[in-house]
């Protein structure tokens, strides 16, 4: 069985302030051509409305698509074609990019892992729900709310689908994740840096090598935390972190700095 991320998403919380959205697509649907459609009960009419809506998928006509496969889904609930016509839904609210067809589309791949949690194609589903919640994070110095979210359904995806073809693509997503919320505690680590509390800097940025050792600008990290003992006049637990930034990271940009400060220790004992 899929094991579902837990706790109440932003997801969950942003869903019901959509509904403005909602009516303001239904309103550009209806200046649209209609698509058109079979007479219920016809031979393969299910399929019909599959391929069309995969058809105006591929084109980009992203209401069209979803009025085929809505109108399969709710004519023909017994359809070998139903799941992936849910899927089709999802995809096409994601192809609109804007911030309420996200909330939507998310909603229709969770319906489908809720619906058929053992489909071939629930990888593809919690895959899209990654991929949607990453647009959805907000920059470094705003509520990072989304940003776990996108998280946890990352982290749900590489438990319940370890073997799957999309993995490299949710582990890119995670790390972009995983990266904005270690951008959001460095630049308070910084914040507290340039204020001059050194203990606020130093259990920041102690805690963010501890929680993320993977972050990207992490020889930034040792370079500030070495700093802020230096400045807190614990040169002895500075030096560790000087030679961190010197030893493993030999082309960042701190490491001529972190020299010259060794070398001003080295001098002052």
Not at 12 to 24: E, K, N, P
Request: hydrophobic share 35%; aromatic share 12%; with cysteine.
């Amino acid at each position: 069985m899929v094991r579902r991320a837990s706790g109440t998403s932003w997801f969950a919380r942003t869903l019901t302030i959509v509904a403005a959205g909602v009516v303001l697509a239904a309103a550009a649907a209806c200046g649209e051509k209609q698509p058109k459609l079979p007479a219920v009960g016809s031979a393969d009419a299910d399929k019909f409305l599959y391929d069309r809506g995969m058809a105006s998928l591929e084109k980009k006509k992203w209401v069209e698509s979803r009025e085929y496969f809505k109108k399969l889904i709710e004519t023909y609930p017994q359809s070998q074609y139903r799941a992936d016509a849910k899927l089709g839904v999802g995809d096409s609210y994601l192809g609109e990019r804007h911030a309420e067809s996200y909330v939507l589309g998310v909603n229709e791949f969770k319906e489908f892992l809720q619906y058929f949690p053992l489909n071939p194609r629930a990888d593809y589903a919690q895959y899209k729900i990654c991929e949607a919640g990453s647009k959805q994070m907000l920059s470094p110095e705003r509520d990072q709310t989304a940003t776990r979210d996108a998280l946890r359904e990352c982290d749900a995806f590489l438990q319940n689908f370890p073997t799957s073809s999309f993995r490299p693509q949710v582990e890119t997503v995670r790390r972009e994740a995983r990266d904005r919320l270690s951008e959001s505690e460095f630049q308070v680590g910084l914040t507290y840096f340039h204020l001059k509390w050194w203990a606020g800097a130093i259990s920041r940025l102690t805690q963010l090598v501890k929680d993320d050792p993977g972050y990207s600008k992490m020889d930034a990290v040792y370079f500030y935390l070495g700093e802020s003992y230096y400045r807190a006049l614990s040169e002895a637990q500075a030096v560790p972190n000087y030679n961190k930034v010197i030893e493993d990271y030999p082309k960042s940009e701190y490491v001529a700095r972190a020299k010259a400060r060794l070398a001003t220790i080295k001098i002052k004992h």
